[in-house]
């Protein structure tokens, strides 16, 4: 089992969700974070000023995924979010070493 953190642009949202549910994913949390990596942010004008944002708007998906549909997730992220531009996302597989679901005591994969 893997444990899986994107971080992507908010506009590839809706199109990353619909391909992992295309492909059976069943489950993700979504959350709206806020960050830069090497961009640094970006630099605006408003009315004449110059504002200087450092953290960006972004979408951090995590996912609890077995070996296989991990493997097929990175690729569909991967696929979907991947424009050639700075700012397009990163990508964060660690091992899950166990999952529960509290409701009715499975472990493992039948927990996922």
Do not use: W
């Amino acid at each position: 089992m893997n444990y899986i953190i994107a971080i992507i642009q908010p506009s590839q949202l809706e199109a990353v969700q619909e391909k992992l549910t295309a492909a059976g994913v069943s489950g993700m949390t979504v959350t709206e974070v806020r960050g830069y990596g090497r961009q640094r942010g970006k630099t605006e004008i408003y009315r004449g000023t110059e504002y200087s944002i450092n953290f960006l708007p972004k979408i951090k998906l995590e996912l609890a995924l077995d070996d296989k549909a991990s493997a097929e997730a990175v690729d569909i992220i991967t696929e979907v979010c991947k424009s050639g531009r700075i700012g397009d996302g990163k990508i964060f597989t660690f091992p899950l070493t166990e999952a529960l679901r509290i409701r009715t005591g499975e472990t493992g994969s039948e927990a996922l």
